[in-house]
């Protein structure tokens, strides 16, 4: 006999999955993870070179994330969309 009581303490953040929460975001070369889905992908030029990006889906929690690929910005890389 167990109270059920499924209280859990909401996070403040968005409440990402695991590997979601994980991805080190705004660093160049962070990896992903292996649920997210690929969406669409554009390029953009930034005066100092080209820049493309790529949207990802998380198939686990539904997070939209962005990735930046831009050789000279170091900190070019996952950034959050939504959730
Ligand atoms: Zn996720």
New binding site residues.
């Given amino acids: 006999m167990t109270p059920s009581t499924p209280s859990a303490p909401k996070p403040a953040a968005p409440d990402?999955?695991e590997?979601?929460a994980g991805i080190q975001r705004h660093w160049r070369k962070a990896p992903g993870h292996a649920?997210l889905v690929q969406g669409t992908h554009s390029r953009e030029d930034r005066g100092n070179g080209q820049a493309s990006f790529t949207r990802y889906r998380?198939d686990?929690?539904g997070?939209a994330w962005e990735y930046e690929n831009n050789k000279s910005n170091q900190h070019a890389g996952w950034a959050l969309l939504e959730h």
């Fill in positions: 990402l999955c590997p979601c649920e998380c686990r929690c997070a």
